[in-house]
């Protein structure tokens, strides 16, 4: 996924009996979470089930009476996690792979480059304008038309067919304009590195035209209480360019690829295999849709979608993804610009970003999918204290396992990208550079989690406004920070400088976030939650000081390379979590004690 984006996610990331008001009129989004990974998933790179599709109750919104205890959203959170972490275990696989068939220089940053907008295409179609727009109102079809909103589906699908088909003619026209952008100003660029990234960017860029297809076919199903087929099938997308890169490391024999030796066959084969995978991604929910009792049928009646009120909504939403973009893209550039002039580009950038949102999609989404239906029914009766009971619950479970992420990125950064990503043309230093990205990017964590999951009460509460002024202020922070890292700091620091001013932005969204929520909902429990990340934050970074510890004692033994990254990530983060775990019962965190319950039960079965 591309970075800084939202989450996004897959699919509604249900969890085996969680109850999504199918047929109900929701007040805002069903869930922007994440696939491939999302709930609607904020995206993600993408859970998935390979499973049959969970049973999907189909009930009114529960009242504050019978909501779920604290303990059944840690149950059902726990589930969506694990279903999260097998679709993240393939984009990885993906990530890695790639990573290993084209390596982390010039060719890996151009391809990177060039999938930018597609993967952002996909962040703004499940972690925006599907949650907190399309699949409202077809739910609400579904609910208020005869034909249970066939009829209505069909327009809408028929619409996003042809505005795709347009705008994805308009972008790959336009493929130039974009390596224009990102070579802005530089005479270091080759011919042959913009020529790269150009013919990678035609190749590529139709991925949105599927990558929208794919969006809207996943948000019919969810409506119709189908979650399995959009969880599962971006493994599909996966698989095929996991392949695709085997198929380029067999006809590429010799060193690491650039943009001079790399040839036209092999260039093919990146765009062309990495294309496929979305095109089986999307093929793959047709059988589904089908089942379903879905027919397509072509429907030009567009008045009937009441264009003026879906985009009225869907206005902000855009908004806010668009200002998103220029941020993406304005720090792909800035990367690209320390590449050529010797340091880390777009490629460490990303795939360091990868790893930042693992934590995210598999914990924060799934405890936001859990918990939204609850938001959202209890924002449509005007039960606000039980809105933000809800919220802050959701902050502190997801607390509770992000908190001692940070600490393993903060402290383990370095060996977890040499474990993951030190193979084939990705050598041992652009490893460890990614490794002091990741590093960078677990200050974000917990403040990107919880500014998501405030965005998620400003849809259920249908302010999609809000949220985007929000996010106009982070991204303008983020650009003043980077921007001024890209001018003042050593080229070798300015990539891990770009994820410090990412995260920095973070907190600023979460800070005014919380603010303008307080004006509209009042208390929020804020004091609880600083308390429980205090405890937190005081077991993990003690955690955190023994696993440096170990580290370097390891470094001392064993020689810099794979065998010493992976043995000080297996060991470091077995003694982090160990003290960690201590530490959160020793300081008497209740959430940290129902987790560990949780996992003692499910040994125990």
Known sequence: MAPGQPPSGPPVDPGQTVRLHVGQRPPGMVDPANAPTVALPLITPRPQVVADAPVVEESAPPSAADDDSTGTVVRNSSTMAILSLVSRATGFLRAAAIAAAIGGGLVGGDYTLANNLPNQVYELLLGGVLASVLIPTLVRARKDEADRGEAHAQRLLTLAAVALGIATVIVVVAAPLITAIYTLGNDKVTASDRDLITLLAYLLLPEIFFYGLAGISAAILNVRGHFAAPMWTPILNNIVVIATAGLFMVVHSGGVPTPDT?????????????????????????????????????????????????????????????????????????????????????????????????????????????????????????????????????????????????????????????????????????ALATGSVVAAAGLGLVPFALSQMQTSVFYAMRDTKTPAMVNIGGVAVRLILDVSFYFILPVAVVTTSLMVGTALSYLVALVVGYVLLRQRLGRLGLRRLLDTLIRLTAAA??????ALGLSWLIAQIIDPGKLLGVVQLILGTGVLLAVYAVGGIFLKVPEVSQFAGMIRRRLGR
């Open 262 to 430: 790399i040839t036209l066959p092999q260039v093919l084969i990146l765009g062309i295999g990495t294309t496929l995978g979305i095109v089986v991604q999307a093929a793959g929910l047709w059988p589904a849709m089908r089942k379903t009792g879905f027919k397509w049928k072509w429907r030009f009646d567009f008045r009937k979608l009441h264009l003026r009120e879906l985009a009225k909504l869907s206005a902000w939403m855009l908004l806010y993804v668009g200002v998103n973009q220029i941020g993406i893209t304005v720090v792909m550039a800035l990367a690209k610009q320390t590449e050529l002039h010797g340091g880390d580009g777009p490629a460490v950038f990303n795939n360091a970003f990868l790893i930042f949102m693992m934590a995210h999609g598999i914990v924060a989404v799934s405890v936001i999918t859990a918990i939204m239906p609850r938001i959202s029914a209890a924002a449509a009766d005007g039960r606000f204290a039980d809105v933000t009971e809800q919220l802050a619950q959701a902050s502190r479970l997801a607390a509770v396992v992000l908190i001692p992420a940070s600490a393993i990125y903060l402290a383990l950064g370095r060996p977890l990208a040499v474990t993951l990503f030190n193979w084939g043309q990705y050598n041992y230093d652009q």
């Open 541 to 546: 970074a003690a955690g955190g000081l023994l």
